[in-house]
């Protein structure tokens, strides 16, 4: 396996463990200080598994075809500020994820960006489309989170 494909799993698996973080960890974290099991849904785990396969089958694509396996890094570089950063400076509180998300996918991220142009993976027009689908799917998620935040306040 050449170094640019391994950065690309490493910013596939980071995206996996940023979202078992996020999902599971609250979950735990309430279960536990309660003395109770963490009791997992249909729903999460589909989410999830959707979430996993489409990660896995962009890392599987590689950079054969940048222009689709380089939304994994747009994802791994902007969700994090946007969702993590962002939500927890403005609700004052730590967000779950933050950690994955600021210490696995944005270096991750920002190295199979530097490998992928040190060896000119990526066309200009390749790199503009897969970084604003990245950046697309992010917002998507912020608003995700937004409405949900709106929904648990009201």
Do not use: C
């Not at 896995?56 to 950063?85: E, M, N, Y």
């Not at 490998?115 to 697309?136: M, Q, R, W």
């Amino acid at each position: 396996m050449k170094v640019q494909d391994f950065a690309i799993w490493l910013v596939a698996f980071a995206i996996i463990i940023h979202t078992i973080e996020e999902g599971w960890l609250p979950e735990y974290q309430k279960a536990s200080s309660k003395l109770q099991v963490v009791k997992s849904t249909r729903f999460f785990i589909v989410e999830n598994a959707i979430i996993f396969i489409f990660v896995i089958g962009l890392a599987i694509v590689g950079w054969r075809w940048p222009i689709l396996s380089g939304i994994l890094p747009a994802i791994g570089l902007t969700h994090p500020f946007l969702d993590h950063v962002g939500l927890s400076w403005k609700g004052r509180k730590l967000r779950p994820g933050i950690w994955t998300g600021l210490f696995l996918m944005v270096p991750f991220s920002i190295w199979a960006y530097s490998l992928a142009n040190t060896h000119n993976l990526f066309k200009l027009h390749e790199l503009v489309i897969s970084g604003a689908v990245g950046l697309a799917i992010s917002i998507w998620l912020y608003w995700m989170v937004v409405q949900e935040i709106k929904g648990l306040t009201q």
